[in-house]
């Protein structure tokens, strides 16, 4: 599975971020139906609400991570969750669901353009009492991540995350750089996964990620021209208020019964 380094090493980064988990099994409690994740990635979200009972859609354009989730997701499970290869810009189920989740700062990865196209998607899939939960970076945090630099290379004793890949027993180092556009409103970053074999090789993988950073009024627009409304916004997963502190904001939105 030489094929899936990427989402290996992935997986076992995103498997250290808890924090989101208990928010997101509410929603699903108070959720009358199946839910839609959009960017379910390797599957850390679709497999934690699937192990507690609730039928789970994840949706994402990169085979080799849908490949992933479905190669690891305990057999048990697996009655509990549909895997989609599909554009979240342009998806058609022909299903609606009461709860589309698309978290992790996914929905920053796109243009307006894009956006509106992911929102409009979400509208046509939402039911009509349904609600959408996306999470953004903060406009007001500078940074995404909590370290920046130069270049990978000058980050050596600086790691985001050291993790041990479950798979291989291999230690992981996680490494990220940031280059802010302001003037577009875009921070590209590039993330580097130093992996140790134990004859000491070092095997690195690249990805490299763009991230459009929105005011919380843009955002709000993109929603109102798509025929939704936000129902509240959050600051972190516990429902606290909004601070320059907040690494990310969560909309909460539903139909816009005007439109």
Same mark, same amino acid.
Request: charged share 20%; with cysteine.
């Given at each position: 599975?030489?094929?899936?380094?990427?989402?290996?090493?992935?997986?076992?980064?995103?498997?250290?971020?808890?924090?989101?988990?208990?928010?997101?099994?509410?929603?699903?409690?108070? *959720?009358?139906?199946?839910?839609?994740?959009?960017?379910?990635?390797?599957?850390?979200?679709?497999?934690?609400?699937?192990? &507690?009972?609730?039928?789970?859609?994840?949706?994402?354009?990169?085979?080799?991570?849908?490949?992933?989730?479905?190669?690891?997701?305990?057999?048990?499970?697996?009655?509990?969750?549909?895997?989609?290869?599909?554009?979240?810009?342009?998806?058609?189920?022909?299903?609606?669901?009461?709860?589309?989740?698309?978290?992790?700062?996914?929905?920053?990865?796109?243009?307006?353009?894009?956006?509106?196209?992911?929102?409009?998607?979400?509208?046509?899939?939402?039911?009509?009492?349904?609600?959408?939960?996306?999470?953004?970076?903060?406009?007001?945090?500078?940074?995404?991540?909590?370290?920046?630099?130069?270049?990978?290379?000058?980050?050596?004793?600086?790691?985001?995350?050291?993790?041990?890949?479950?798979?291989?027993?291999?230690?992981?180092?996680?490494?990220?750089?940031?280059?802010?556009?302001?003037?577009?409103?875009?921070?590209?970053?590039?993330? *580097?996964?130093?992996?140790?074999?134990?004859?000491?090789?070092?095997?690195?993988?690249?990805?490299?990620?763009?991230?459009?950073?929105?005011? /919380?009024?843009?955002?709000?627009?993109? /929603?109102?021209?798509? +025929?939704?409304?936000?129902?509240? /916004?959050? +600051?972190?997963?516990?429902?606290?208020?909004? &601070?320059?502190?907040?690494?990310?904001?969560?909309?909460?939105?539903?139909?816009?019964?005007?439109?």
């Amino acid at each position: 599975m030489s094929h899936l380094q990427f989402p290996r090493l992935y997986s076992g980064y995103v498997a250290h971020f808890t924090e989101d988990l208990p928010l997101w099994r509410s929603l699903a409690s108070a *959720a009358s139906g199946p839910i839609l994740e959009l960017g379910c990635g390797p599957g850390r979200i679709l497999a934690d609400l699937s192990s &507690r009972g609730y039928t789970v859609t994840g949706l994402d354009n990169d085979p080799e991570m849908l490949e992933w989730a479905c190669s690891t997701l305990p057999n048990h499970l697996k009655d509990h969750i549909d895997l989609v290869e599909a554009d979240m810009r342009s998806f058609n189920l022909e299903q609606h669901f009461p709860l589309i989740l698309v978290p992790c700062n996914t929905f920053a990865y796109f243009s307006d353009q894009e956006a509106q196209s992911i929102l409009l998607c979400i509208r046509k899939h939402l039911t009509r009492e349904g609600q959408g939960v996306l999470v953004v970076p903060n406009p007001d945090q500078s940074t995404i991540l909590t370290t920046t630099g130069g270049e990978i290379e000058d980050l050596q004793d600086n790691p985001v995350l050291n993790y041990i890949e479950p798979l291989s027993g291999n230690p992981v180092q996680v490494f990220a750089v940031e280059k802010p556009d302001w003037k577009k409103r875009v921070i590209d970053v590039t993330w *580097a996964f130093d992996e140790l074999f134990p004859e000491g090789k070092v095997q690195r993988t690249i990805k490299e990620i763009s991230y459009h950073i929105r005011s /919380m009024e843009d955002t709000l627009s993109l /929603m109102m021209n798509m +025929g939704l409304r936000c129902k509240g /916004m959050y +600051g972190d997963y516990q429902y606290g208020p909004i &601070r320059t502190t907040s690494g990310e904001i969560i909309f909460f939105l539903e139909h816009d019964m005007d439109r």
